[in-house]
Nanobody, 122 residues
Framework: QVQLVESGGGLVQAGDSLRLSCATS????????MGWFRQAPGKERRFIST????????YYADSVKGRFTISRDNAKNTVYLRMNSLKPDDTAVYYC???????????????WGQGTQVTVSS
């Protein structure tokens, strides 16, 4: 089992930046890819970004490309999502997830965190 705990969410204004963190524990020796997803009120959960175990492969949703950056520190068992130029449309609960491959499909991730709220005011 792998436990994931997100942190770093909050209330910010449009144009601000935030950095989300996702700390992993449990089966941390496994070489897991990590992903970030978000779910806005009344909408389905959507892919944001993913990163391979080595960090050499990353993917982003078009909606965040150029504004968000995913990274990881395997020594700290932590993955990050740096979010710049935030917009009100970025308001959502953000979830991190762990799986075998860096893909945009949420079905490919076996472990999920509880989520952290990000609210962007206009």
């Amino acid at each position: 089992q792998v436990q994931l705990v997100e942190s770093g969410g909050g209330l910010v204004q449009a144009g601000d930046s935030l950095r989300l963190s996702c700390a992993t524990s449990g089966r941390t020796s496994s070489r897991l890819a990590m992903g970030w997803f978000r779910q806005a009120p009344g909408k389905e959960r959507r892919f944001i970004s993913t990163i391979s175990w080595s960090g050499g492969t990353t993917y982003y949703a078009d909606s965040v490309k150029g504004r968000f950056t995913i990274s990881r520190d395997n020594a700290k068992n932590t993955v990050y999502l740096r979010m710049n130029s935030l917009k009100p449309d970025d308001t959502a609960v953000y979830y991190c997830a762990a799986g075998g491959m860096a893909t945009p499909r949420d079905d490919d991730y076996a472990f999920w965190g509880q989520g952290t709220q990000v609210t962007v005011s206009s």
